[in-house]
T-cell receptor, first 116, second 109 residues
Framework: GAVVSQHPSRVICKSGTSVKIECRSL??????MFWYRQFPKQSLMLMAT?????????EQGVEKDKFLINHASLTLSTLTVTSAHPEDSSFYIC????????????FGPGTRLLVL | RKEVEQDPGPFNVPEGATVAFNCTYS??????FFWYRQDCRKEPKLLMS???SGNEDGRFTAQLNRASQYISLLIRDSKLSDSATYLC??????????FGKGTMLLVSP
């Protein structure tokens, strides 16, 4: 099956620093990648959708200048949390789908961010 | 009204029990429906798709009622390894999945 990796799996940083999270599709070309955030005991909330070579589409309430998304190739998307604050601490999960099946998303293992 | 609503949890059941989860969705134009399983601190993983005719995969049975906008998941003969959070997920087009909050299942010996 399709494999999606994320790096790092866990990061602890000081308030005010920026954190970059990478999402890679390892064995398929991901036309679309998705970034989700999940707070404890909450559902996954879609933050943004990105297509290779174009600007990401952000969900309402998600600050595009704070959560920078770059989807430079068909196998890599990055999410940068700029000037992170403690309230940004969360579980960030990416997913990807291929061109043929828009319903199926393959999830990365997630990145747990803790901002002190 | 939330787009996808699920039973509040947690459900605590003994091994061997049968347990049912319910889910309702608000978008009548939703196209496809799924149950995902999420273990603690892990990513969600697809458990099964849900079809109008109902479908079964081993101990798991999923049902869809489009008229009532209702989805269910039945787990028979619960195992300890079934302990997880079960997410009801709806696809409404444009590659977008909408997740329910999830229902936690705890199976005890």
């Amino acid at each position: 099956g399709a494999v999606v990796s994320q790096h790092p799996s866990r990061v602890i940083c000081k308030s005010g620093t920026s954190v970059k999270i990478e999402c890679r599709s390892l064995d398929f070309q991901a036309t679309t990648m998705f970034w989700y955030r999940q707070f404890p005991k909450q559902s996954l909330m879609l933050m943004a959708t990105s297509n290779e070579g174009s600007k990401a589409t952000y969900e309402q309430g998600v600050e595009k200048d704070k959560f920078l998304i770059n989807h430079a190739s068909l196998t890599l998307s990055t999410l940068t949390v700029t000037s992170a604050h403690p309230e940004d601490s969360s579980f960030y999960i990416c997913s990807a789908n291929g061109a043929r099946d828009q319903e199926t998303q393959y999830f990365g293992p997630g990145t747990r961010l803790l901002v002190l | 009204r939330k787009e996808v609503e699920q039973d509040p949890g947690p459900f605590n059941v003994p091994e061997g029990a049968t347990v049912a989860f319910n889910c309702t969705y608000s978008n009548s134009a939703s196209q496809s429906f799924f149950w995902y399983r999420q273990d603690c601190r892990k990513e969600p993983k697809l458990l099964m798709s849900v079809y109008s005719s109902g479908n079964e995969d081993g101990r798991f049975t999923a049902q869809l009622n489009r008229a009532s906008q209702y989805i269910s998941l039945l787990i028979r003969d619960s195992k300890l390894s079934d302990s997880a959070t079960y997410l009801c997920v709806v696809y409404s087009g444009y590659s977008t999945l909408t997740f329910g909050k999830g229902t936690m299942l705890l199976v005890s010996p």
